[in-house]
């Protein structure tokens, strides 16, 4: 009895150790999945805490005459300079004229030529208008600027403060809702910067890009999955294929630099290109995620098809297919999400370019989302800054959509079996 009763202790013993191991594995799961969480919040919340000031713009209030002498000419910009003067008479020295004008954006002539073109009845009359105001002053009313260091050391002399302190003492200043930023293109100057030519740009290298390699990972997934013969080539393709999914992305884009501008002529800097660099790189993640759903297709699908007659391109066309769209439409939504996110492969054929016309056509001289972020963040000005993490939130937005959509689309077509 003492031996069974030893033995049975040192399985309890060693149960208990089990166990307390399996805790302290699932107890490390947690604190991993804890930390990765915590990094990742800390990452999003720095990117919000530094680019929701972008998504609003500092406006000032000026009563503008719509002189017709410099309607005629087209001095827009003399227009809002006018109203500066008169707002601050007491302002006379050309120096301090100078200063004064720079509290208003160099584009602030364009909102009051947009005014006049939508009401041309404005002209010889007087009105308050609210116009953008320059990115330093942007800068101030949101606290970036530090009054308290001296005035060589900040880009707002205490002048420029002394006028801003007054039209905010007058309610003449206030923050706007930037909806600039979501209507315009470039700009070098940050408070006219948008980021709608770049969204144009990769969305119409998107549509390249899906329309070269969807049909063609299909294709070529269910040719072989379903139709090649198991021999060495189509061995040597499918390791190739797997390769190339790992290939870093520059190299594709080393490629398109290679083959469509250099060889073939294509036009630099267009999204025409630039889809087909991001198709090149799509296509092995669309292969592999059709083959896989081509596989997850009972093979009593096949034998029942076959069963009632139908060829093996009916079978494959009408029953399999079909049952494995969902799937490759996730891999399809996943592979585009990726695509949309890549700046390396644009950056070798061009798409760095300075480009301030939203482009319209597929080969029209575009940039990228992704390639704008890049353009901004190494911009010297401070308003730069805060206009590249709020492009960081909207690029973070449509992936986090294109992903959802693909989880959304798996759980409603997915077929259990």
Known sequence: MSDISAHSERIQAGLAKRYRAEKRFRSYGIIAIGIAIAFLAIMLLAIFVRGHGAFQQTHAALTVTFEEAMVQDNDWQGLVKQSLRETFPEVTARSDKRKLYKIMSSGAGFDLQDIYKEDPSVLGQTRTVWLPASDDIDMLMKGAIDRTVPEDERRVSDKEIVWFDQLRADDAIELHFNTRFFTAGDSRE??????????????????????????????????????APKNKW?????????????????????????????????????PLVGGMVLALMTLPTIIIAGRAALRAVPPSIREAAFGMGASPVQTVLHHVLPLAMPGMLTGTIIGMAQALGESAPLLMIGMVAFIVDVPSTFTDPATALPVQIYLWADSPERAFTERTAAAIIVLLGFLVTMNLLAVILRKKFERRW
């Open 234 to 270: 189509t061995d040597l393709i499918e390791v190739n294929i797997n390769n190339l999914a790992a290939v870093p992305s520059i190299v594709f884009g080393l490629l398109g630099l290679a083959m469509f501008l250099n060889f073939m002529l294509l036009p630099r800097s267009a």
């Open 190 to 227: 940050p408070e006219l910067a948008g980021i709608l030519g770049a969204v144009m740009g990769s969305l119409l290298s998107l549509t390249v890009c899906l329309l070269l390699s969807f049909p063609l990972g299909v294709m070529t997934a269910v040719y072989l999955e379903e139709f």
